[in-house]
């Protein structure tokens, strides 16, 4: 197939991603207002979850606290021990989550959860910490009722456990716990990215919200309790935490703005990956964004261009079963572009033929859609975070001068090349900063630190009953 074939089709591909700047501002104002209609409305198309987290740490908190961390890929388990002064310390293992039990029974999920403490709590070091309170970052949309109680809303991330929509995440935890007879209170439930925000929150109290670019996406941030009208009691606090689970972003229309069918710029191949997912119609900003599926949306092009004769199948196309959905990570893609980057062509060409089954394609041309993806994923972040600050700035709960810390984490955000700078650019861009200006937006890598939230908040908790 001659060159310019494959230039045209790029070309075409790039027009398809990229995102005009008229357009990021439109999905900047609406995510902003939708952002807003949250806090008032049980229905609004961000969720807006209250956390219960009344309590912020201020970097003082001590003690050691037993974690589990189950996210879309891993399950972590931990020992934290809090020094005060934002200072702490962790034991944790680390297990993947297998397979069978993603689309399995629910239970069979808390199951493994208590398993594996059960085994943790086999190190003898930490057996002889017991009693222990556990803090339970569960990275799952849900609708809290207080700081340890609330039901699972649904999942997300391509898990589809059976039967446990609607009950409530730590009495099945709690169940499990039981049933292999360990006595463990589990004190606190939080989301990931809350979780985050609080360990950054208890290194430094100026971070106002955190953003989770991983398996999923998704963002939490401070809120002034006065302004979440939709929940009928008083908080106790003055400010608290919102998740906005954020990747349900543009699945239902606008309430602000009805007009706008196509909230989202997606293409074709998102709307394939949409309606081959697990969650059809859900999280259809998340897909566009995470880790989970930006591999997929790469697979689904390389498809194409074999489909249209642009590059061919190697020998190893039936082995990799590129056929078949999610068989190229994105792990592999971003490991794929960080080679290209360092210009190891050859390395490139046998990534391709070995990982991604074809030949004839130009390491540039593979680059470059990688780039195009990954880029799209990092304009649409900028949207969500730039929405959350002006939205901070609008109802004057943040001056312009002041400075707006975010913290990130995520194995997208740690380690796809350049991700974690572009991003950075691009929201002072969207900030509208000028070359002499300071860019009052910071993002913060804040690595694998949920855990220490989930710690913090359940010491911040336990200050504030005894100072109380
Ligand atoms: C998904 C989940 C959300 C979580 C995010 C990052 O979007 O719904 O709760 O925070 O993934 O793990």
Not at 12 to 41: A, R, V, Y
Not at 156 to 168: F, L, M, T, Y
Not at 366 to 375: F, T
Request: proline fraction near 3%; hydrophobic fraction near 40%; charged fraction near 25%.
């Amino acid at each position: 197939m001659a060159d310019y074939a494959v230039a045209s089709y790029l070309k075409d591909l790039e027009s398809q991603f990229t995102i005009p700047k008229d357009k990021l501002k439109e999905m900047t104002l609406i995510f902003k207002n939708e952002l807003e209609i949250g806090l008032t409305k049980i229905d609004g198309m961000l969720k807006d979850l209250p956390t219960f987290v009344y309590n912020l740490p201020d970097g003082s908190e001590v003690g050691k606290f037993l974690t589990a961390d189950l996210g879309g890929t891993n399950l972590r388990i931990g020992l934290v021990e809090l020094l005060g002064s934002g200072e702490f310390k962790i034991k944790k293992d680390s297990v993947m989550i297998p397979e069978a039990l993603k689309c399995g029974s629910g239970r069979g999920i808390f199951s493994f959860v208590a398993e594996n403490i059960e085994k943790f709590l086999e190190h003898p070091e930490i057996e002889a910490e017991l009693p222990l309170k556990l803090g339970f970052t569960f990275s799952f949309p849900v609708k809290q009722e207080s700081l340890a109680h609330g039901q699972i809303l649904g999942w997300s991330k391509e898990i589809e456990a059976r039967d446990v929509i609607g009950q409530d995440v730590v009495g099945l935890l709690q169940q499990s716990l039981h049933s292999r007879n360990l006595d463990i209170a589990v004190e606190a439930l939080i989301n990931d990215t809350v979780g985050t925000l609080l360990a950054q929150i208890y290194r430094d109290p100026r971070t106002k919200m955190s953003v989770i670019l991983g398996t999923g996406s998704n963002a939490a941030y401070v809120e002034k309790s006065c302004n979440i009208t939709k929940i009928s009691h008083q908080e106790p606090s003055e400010l608290t935490v919102i998740n906005i689970e954020w990747g349900s972003f543009g699945d239902t229309k606008s309430e602000y703005n009805p007009n706008i069918s196509n909230l989202l710029p997606s293409t074709k191949y998102d709307l394939e990956l949409d309606f081959e997912s697990k969650n059809s119609g859900k999280q259809r900003f998340e897909k566009m964004i995470s880790g989970m599926y930006l591999g997929e949306i790469f697979r689904l092009i390389i498809v194409e261009m074999i489909q249209l004769g642009l590059i061919h199948k190697s020998e190893h196309f039936e082995a990799m079963k590129i056929n078949r959905p999610y068989s190229i990570k994105t792990k592999e893609m971003s490991n794929f572009h960080e080679i290209f980057l360092s210009k190891n062509y050859e390395k490139c060409e046998e990534i391709s033929r070995t990982k991604f089954g074809v030949s004839g394609a130009k390491s540039e041309v593979l680059s470059k859609i990688c780039e195009l993806i990954s880029l799209r994923s990092c304009h649409l972040c900028a949207v969500g975070i730039t929405s959350v600050h002006r939205h901070l700035l609008n109802s004057g709960d943040l001056s312009k001068d002041h400075l707006f810390s975010v913290a990130l984490d995520g194995a997208l955000y740690q380690k796809y090349p350049n991700y974690s700078k572009i991003l950075q650019n691009l929201v002072c861009e969207m900030e509208n900063v000028e070359k002499d200006e300071v860019c009052r937006v910071v993002l913060v890598m804040a690595e694998d630190l949920s855990s220490i939230g989930a710690a913090a908040a359940i010491a911040a908790a336990q200050k504030k009953q005894i100072t109380n």
